[in-house]
């Protein structure tokens, strides 16, 4: 699948954050360097078609990369998705989405792993850091003390809410809103200039998502809690409809219209078959 | 249970508010005549004993009110419990807390009514008002649709979070997070001089208020939505949980500490019987 010219060879271009901003690029690989150093022998090589792991628009205004390691049959990792999506905007703007997430398999129930970062603006931008439950946590109170109380995720939103440039952000999707975690960090953060996000997403952000990512790796990446079969029944069920539901709202309908149909379908069929 | 005197009548002491915020007090009146109007024939009138409809500790810093109405066999309403408490603290301060709230019974699954204000300085206060689901609204997404995408929920958290004068309040609590619904109102809201707060309370959170407990009225405690055994069983576990839960981390610490343990045994015993 290597194309001979290495800038433009798919599989090395989803690390290659060529739009990102220094300190998301930076955080970015240090996300995806973690998982892959821990989890490294579990995961498969990324085996998506070249033309899925990179693609535009045909005016060449939009682009995006897509990254999927899935995890071999003993693993309890389902996969690994990685992503961004560069896009000039009609308005003269620009969006740029990076985002790592993870998913378990109903083998276990741990909870799974996001991060997303979408700017419209050099100095303004939209974070989604949590780790969202896989299991109703009013009917699972054990569940929400194991991997929400004692982990003391809410500490690091605690910690960047008190930053006056950051204010928590709604998602206008209800279902996002009722997925993410009481922990989970949604927020909006303006610094009004390029030097004050990157001193914030240095100082702030990074340490947050590394932390973050560590309490996934090790509380719920690498225990493979045995799962009774009523459970595992109940987890596929709930997987299935997140997994539809957060493809359908996040991509269904804004690939299309940044990317054109034809490319949007072949896609998204491609992603159908992970999710 | 009267005693003659109408000011310390235990029966009507509730409605009395006498600490409460004039917009206060006549938003609470509007909202338990709402309800009273509405289900007025299917309530039993409330049956609490007189010490615990109206209750203080020794000093006499801390008085509260509760009034709870459960609803007849044939009515989907379960309870509805009013309360307010009024509390010297010895920082000099003052805190009052004043609440509506609703539960349904296992034998339909609508949503339950929440509203709580709860001012510790005469110029801010923290407002609760929600429509908390009784089901896992990721498993249940039709349900997601009917009670709060279809109602239109979401306007009126939207409306209140645009004044300058509000902020998005989390409660300590993640068990309470996760029980808030995705359009749940929990905000801040600090006016800086009593005639700004009351005019925030009197134009902004009381069409709020009146509006949901309206929906709720409308779609919730009207409809006698037959489930079928196993949801029941659903119904009833989730229920019992939350409101377990709810009671423990409302007051099972707060009522001691502000009344004192014998107070706080008497009133606890009795709302265990309808929690």
């Given at each position: 699948?290597?194309?001979?010219s290495?800038?433009?060879?798919?599989?090395?271009?989803?690390?290659?954050?060529?739009?990102?901003?220094?300190?998301?690029k930076?955080?970015?690989?240090?996300?995806?360097?973690?998982?892959?150093t821990?989890?490294?022998?579990?995961?498969?090589?990324?085996s998506?078609?070249?033309?899925?792991?990179y693609?535009?628009?045909?005016?060449?205004s939009?682009?995006?990369?897509l990254?999927?390691?899935?995890?071999?049959?003993?693993?309890?990792?389902?996969?690994?998705l990685?992503?961004?999506?560069?896009?000039?905007?009609?308005?003269?703007?620009?969006?740029n989405?990076?985002?790592?997430?993870?998913?378990?398999?109903?083998?276990?129930?741990?909870?799974?792993f996001?991060?997303?970062?979408?700017?419209?603006?050099?100095t303004?931008?939209?974070?989604?850091?949590d780790?969202?439950?896989?299991?109703?946590?009013?009917?699972?109170?054990?569940?929400?003390?194991?991997?929400?109380?004692?982990?003391?995720?809410?500490?690091?939103?605690?910690r960047?809410?008190?930053?006056?440039e950051?204010?928590?952000?709604s998602?206008?999707?209800?279902?996002?809103?009722?997925l993410t975690?009481?922990t989970g960090?949604?927020?909006?953060?303006?610094?009004?200039?390029?030097?004050k996000?990157e001193?914030?997403?240095?100082d702030?952000?990074?340490?947050?998502?590394?932390?973050?990512?560590?309490?996934?790796l090790?509380?719920?990446?690498?225990v493979?809690r045995?799962?009774g079969e009523a459970?595992k029944?109940y987890?596929?069920?709930?997987?299935l409809i997140?997994?539809t539901?957060?493809?359908?709202?996040d991509?269904?309908?804004?690939?299309?219209?940044l990317f054109g149909?034809?490319?949007?379908?072949?896609?998204?069929?491609?992603?159908?078959?992970?999710?």
């Amino acid at each position: 699948s290597s194309s001979g010219s290495p800038i433009m060879d798919p599989q090395t271009k989803f690390k290659e954050f060529p739009y990102a901003l220094a300190p998301i690029k930076t955080l970015m690989l240090e996300l995806v360097s973690s998982v892959e150093t821990r989890l490294g022998s579990s995961l498969l090589p990324c085996s998506l078609p070249p033309d899925v792991q990179y693609y535009h628009n045909s005016s060449g205004s939009a682009e995006a990369t897509l990254f999927v390691r899935s995890g071999i049959p003993t693993s309890p990792v389902d996969f690994i998705l990685g992503s961004w999506i560069h896009c000039k905007l009609p308005s003269g703007g620009t969006l740029n989405i990076t985002s790592l997430s993870t998913y378990l398999k109903s083998s276990t129930e741990a909870p799974n792993f996001i991060i997303e970062i979408i700017q419209s603006t050099p100095t303004s931008f939209v974070l989604v850091l949590d780790m969202p439950p896989r299991k109703d946590l009013i009917l699972y109170t054990e569940y929400l003390k194991t991997f929400y109380e004692d982990t003391e995720l809410d500490k690091h939103r605690q910690r960047l809410e008190k930053l006056p440039e950051v204010t928590p952000y709604s998602s206008p999707s209800l279902f996002i809103r009722a997925l993410t975690s009481p922990t989970g960090i949604l927020v909006r953060i303006e610094a009004g200039e390029t030097t004050k996000t990157e001193e914030i997403i240095q100082d702030h952000v990074r340490p947050a998502a590394n932390e973050i990512i560590k309490i996934w790796l090790d509380s719920c990446a690498s225990v493979n809690r045995e799962v009774g079969e009523a459970d595992k029944d109940y987890l596929a069920k709930r997987d299935l409809i997140t997994r539809t539901k957060t493809l359908e709202i996040d991509l269904g309908t804004s690939l299309p219209r940044l990317f054109g149909q034809q490319v949007a379908d072949r896609v998204l069929g491609v992603l159908k078959g992970f999710f």
